[in-house]
């Protein structure tokens, strides 16, 4: 019985996370439709469109939950919160034209804060930097993660070149339903770069849940209430 539940349970685990992960990229494709129906005063797409709001929404909880792991195992916290510092200076950087409300370079100076605060952040939890961050290169949360950044910042950008849509549609300006056609490109592979990111966030947190749990088992002095380590087990 034990030996079927070594192997039935991750079985069980993955496809409920193929179920999980699929539902997600399910619900980015349906508001993408959404806002392909849904005309706001900037247009189609545009900054307060259902899909802008669902990538500000992938990046902060991704934040949050690598600040909320660092809390839960302290020998990850450094990288943790290098992890956490990245994605809520990226929240800030597309939340931009709302900070721009409050005043002229609102982001830019929310955003340089957030860096000094990481890396004092980081600074002062460098024993748990390194060690984690190597561990983390040999995890499959790295791959999803890396394809989400790389979907985010280098495919995006040029699948939602201008001259490119120009020449398929055929226009010299991208205007009226043109611009909708370009922005929706652009905008939905972002979404599924930051929905990437947003898995690769959770595979993370799995894992490290899974490796707490195993821990704990071997040893159950670790399960200590403010989940301290050992100068030696932190080296």
Not at 63 to 92: C, E, K, P, V
Not at 187 to 209: N, P, Q, R, S
Request: proline letters at 3%; charged letters at 20%.
């Amino acid at each position: 019985m034990n030996a079927n539940r070594q192997y039935t349970i991750p079985v069980l685990q993955a496809i409920f996370r193929v179920i999980f992960y699929s539902a997600i990229l399910f619900g980015i494709g349906h508001l993408i439709y959404l806002d392909s129906v849904t005309m706001t005063h900037t247009g189609k797409f545009g900054e307060h469109s259902f899909t802008e709001w669902t990538q500000e929404i992938f990046i902060l909880i991704s934040s949050l939950l690598y600040f909320t792991s660092g809390r839960f195992d302290r020998s990850i916290t450094g990288f943790t919160g290098m992890l956490s510092g990245m994605a809520l200076i990226a929240f800030i950087r597309e939340f931009n034209n709302y900070f721009h409300t409050w005043f002229k370079g609102a982001w830019q100076l929310l955003a340089l804060i957030a860096l000094v605060i990481t890396v004092i952040y980081v600074y002062r939890n460098r024993h748990s930097f390194i060690r984690p961050f190597y561990e983390y290169l040999k995890l499959p949360a790295f791959g999803v993660t890396l394809s989400g950044f790389i979907t985010l910042v280098v495919f995006s950008r040029l699948f939602g070149r201008g001259s490119m849509w120009r020449n398929i549609l055929e226009v010299n300006e991208l205007e009226g339903p043109t611009r909708w056609a370009k922005n929706a490109a652009e905008e939905g592979t972002e979404l599924l770069g930051y929905a990437l990111l947003f898995i690769g966030t959770l595979e993370y947190c799995w894992f490290i849940w899974n490796k707490r749990q195993e821990e704990e088992k071997k040893d159950p002095a670790r399960n200590t209430p403010s989940g301290e380590y050992s100068d030696r087990e932190l080296k």
